[in-house]
């Protein structure tokens, strides 16, 4: 049952990186809030953190959410009920909680995670925020998907297989978490013909921003906030 006296809880899509895609009223809820939250590396700030903090005016208590990036599912599930439990101790005692989520907070955002463990026991609330998809589109000045076209996202890690049976669709394909998966993506790409009608685009919206051909990207110098856009008419 849900907790009418206690704090909300907040996910605040922040966009990808400049901080001037933050909504409105995620700005609002960031300098309303008691508790600015947001998920950090091990060591560190992190990026949402980043991204948010020039629209700070307040002087929440700042709490860094350590949710270590790992294939092994155990130790970040046991880092989640950590953050889940630390976030309910706050909102149990009435302050309302900003979790900050780069792009979007359910869109391969990790809030989805809290929200998962904390639904249902507090008021919850989600703000959305600019997605990568739409940043890269953006970038290239390249339409995303127009009249009745198909959009297809594939996450980098899926398996080749799998990838490549995907990629024989027409319509247009979002390629995510590209880091160390470009060699494997861009010979795909090639494999499946669509390699000359994509485009790769680094830390969108962000000063370090770069848009390549593919034919030019250094495959051992590609970021995890990477993206590859191709079209199959």
């Known amino acids: 049952m849900v907790n009418q006296t206690s704090g909300v809880l907040y996910g605040l899509g922040v966009g990808p990186g ?15 809030c008691a508790v600015v939250a947001y998920p950090a590396p091990e060591t560190g700030a992190g990026l949402a953190w980043e991204i948010a903090k020039p629209h700070l005016s ?30 309910a101790t706050r909102l149990t ?5 900003a979790v900050l989520c780069e792009g979007d907070p359910l869109f391969y955002g990790s809030f989805m995670y809290l929200l998962e463990r904390l639904s249902g026991k507090f008021r919850i609330e989600v703000v959305p925020g600019v997605s990568s998809p739409m940043a890269c589109a953006a970038a290239l000045g390249w339409p995303l998907v127009a009249h009745n076209e198909l959009l ?8 080749e297989a799998e990838l490549e049976s995907r990629l024989q669709a027409p319509g247009v394909f ?7 998966h470009f060699t494997k993506l861009r010979d795909l790409l090639n494999r499946c013909d669509l390699a000359d009608d994509a485009c790769y685009v680094e830390h969108a919206t962000r000063p370090d921003q770069r848009v390549l051909p593919l034919d030019e ?9 990477s993206m590859i856009l191709a079209r199959r008419a």
């Open 152 to 159: 297809t996202v594939l996450p980098g890690p899926l398996p």
């Open 217 to 225: 990207v250094d495959p051992e110098t590609v970021p995890y906030f």
């Open 93 to 97: 005692s009435g302050k309302s909680v």
């Open 174 to 180: 979002v390629l995510m978490k590209v880091g160390r």
């Open 58 to 87: 307040a002087s929440p208590e700042v709490l860094p959410l350590r949710l270590p990036i790992s294939v092994d599912p155990f130790p970040a599930q046991q880092a989640y009920d950590d953050a889940a439990e630390s976030l």
């Open 18 to 32: 400049d901080p001037e895609l933050l909504t409105l009223k995620a700005v609002r809820l960031l300098n309303e």
